[in-house]
C-alpha cells in the first residue's frame, strides 16, 4: 500500500451547497478510498490555498489516479493535486540508492 496526499479547492456551487446543507464530506472520501481497496487515514478542511487536505492509502498509482479522476469528473471540486508520499524508510532506501549511482550523472559541460 502507497500513501498520497491529495489536495483541492470546492467550487463555488459546491461552498454554496455546504454552507446551506452541512455535512462531513470524510465520509464520501472514505467510502471512494475503500472501494478503490484503500483507507482514508485523515480528512482536513482548511483555509489558505486549499479547501481540504487529505491523506490516503490506496493499493498503487492506478487506485490513486482512478480516485483523482473520479474526484474531478463529478464537477465539485478544482485545483485537486496529488503527492505520493513515501515513509521515512523508503527515504533510507532511496538515499542509499542514490549513493550507488550518483556517480553515472556528470554535469553538463557547457561550452
Not at 467550487?11 to 455546504?18: G, S
Request: net charge neutral.
Amino acid at each position: 500500500m502507497q500513501f498520497y496526499l491529495c489536495q483541492g479547492n470546492y467550487t463555488q456551487d459546491a461552498i454554496k451547497n455546504l454552507v446551506a446543507h452541512p455535512e462531513d464530506r470524510s465520509k464520501a472520501v472514505a467510502k471512494m478510498c475503500e472501494d478503490l481497496g484503500g483507507k482514508l487515514h485523515h480528512f482536513f478542511m482548511s483555509f489558505g490555498e486549499h479547501d481540504f487536505t487529505v491523506v490516503i492509502e490506496l493499493p498503487d498509482d492506478d487506485a490513486a489516479a482512478a480516485l483523482a479522476m473520479g474526484t474531478s469528473a463529478v464537477g465539485h471540486v478544482s485545483g485537486f493535486k496529488t503527492t505520493k508520499l513515501i515513509t521515512p524508510q523508503q527515504a533510507v532506501a532511496a538515499m542509499a540508492r542514490g549513493a550507488k549511482v550518483q556517480g553515472s550523472l556528470k554535469p553538463p559541460k557547457g561550452k
